[in-house]
């Protein structure tokens, strides 16, 4: 399971563009919804919203599948939880 992470302003950018030119990461957490750009590219490679730490979203990629699918379900699953401050808590 690939995660992808943001870290600084300077960085976003780059994630998002990764995202709509290549997909590599099968997890991305966001800090909030409005973090996600207006790319119909991106917005489409992304699926199913899930509320984790704090009210962080996660998106698990269209793109994953099989083994990889599973797990990065799991782990999405544990965040949502176990994570201080999610939706479940």
């Known amino acids: 399971m690939m995660v992808g992470?943001?870290?600084g302003?300077?960085?976003?950018p780059l994630l998002l563009q990764q995202l709509a030119?290549?997909?590599?990461?099968d997890l991305v957490i966001l800090n909030s919804p409005s973090d996600l750009p207006?790319?119909?590219?991106?917005?489409?490679?992304?699926?199913?919203?899930?509320?984790?730490?704090g009210g962080a979203t996660a998106y698990i990629a269209d793109w994953v599948?099989?083994?990889?699918?599973?797990?990065?379900?799991i782990y999405v699953?544990?965040?949502v939880t176990h994570c201080e401050g999610s939706k479940s808590r």
């Open 9 to 12: 302003s300077s960085s976003f």
């Open 5 to 7: 992470t943001n870290e």
């Open 21 to 25: 030119n290549k997909p590599g990461e």
């Open 77 to 79: 699953q544990y965040l």
């Open 38 to 53: 207006d790319s119909a590219v991106v917005r489409n490679h992304l699926g199913k919203q899930h509320l984790v730490c």
């Open 65 to 73: 599948s099989g083994e990889s699918l599973e797990a990065t379900d």
